[in-house]
């Protein structure tokens, strides 16, 4: 069976077909080497700045649980257990 991969749209298909066994050996080809760097580089920089939107979002969604707290201790009235707090 053979696998096939495109990228279509942000998105990699992998496709199977049956083989035919028509080639034993196969060697794979590489551009130069300065253009390898640069789509190599070119990805890591997109990875990079997802993972940074990731993080931005995850700080958001611990400021939003940490106003949540507070609201929580303001209708409470300080009858909450805050021997926890300072973990």
Do not use: A, C, H, P
């Amino acid at each position: 069976m053979r696998v096939q991969s495109q990228f279509q749209r942000g998105i990699y298909f992998i496709i199977r077909q049956e083989t035919y066994q028509e080639f034993k050996y196969f060697e794979i080809r590489t551009g130069d080497w300065r253009d390898e760097l640069g789509e190599r580089l070119d990805s890591s920089g997109r990875l990079l700045y997802r993972s940074l939107d990731l993080s931005e979002k995850s700080v958001e969604i611990g400021r939003m649980m940490l106003e949540k707290q507070d609201q929580m201790r303001e209708e409470l009235g300080g009858k909450m257990d805050t021997s926890f707090s300072t973990l």
